[in-house]
């Protein structure tokens, strides 16, 4: 995923692809979402899990909840996310 602004183009990770999401959704700061830091001890609730991955689901992005939900930390998130589009036809 790339983002570009004016001249230059910034290359945006996975896990700042889901930080931003948990944010948005959430209101936790981006800096303070740690990769292994569990989303749920932090209020992210099944609620916004289930949200998040219906929104996704939306776009294409074939996430499953299960796995989402059975390890809610932004990097298992994003082992997920790319192997799910690494699978992708």
């Not at 992210?44 to 991955?53: D, H, I, P, Q, Y």
Request: glycine fraction near 8%.
């Amino acid at each position: 995923m790339s983002r570009t602004t004016g001249t230059s183009t910034t290359e945006t990770t996975t896990a700042d692809f889901l930080r931003e999401a948990v944010t948005e959704l959430s209101g936790i700061p981006g800096d303070e979402l740690a990769g292994d830091a569990n989303l749920v001890q932090l209020g992210v609730g099944s609620l916004e899990v289930m949200r998040l991955a219906t929104r996704w689901r939306r776009r294409g992005l074939a996430v499953e909840f299960a796995v989402l939900a059975a390890e809610p930390t932004i990097d298992a998130w994003a082992a997920h996310v790319d192997d799910v589009r690494g699978a992708a036809p």
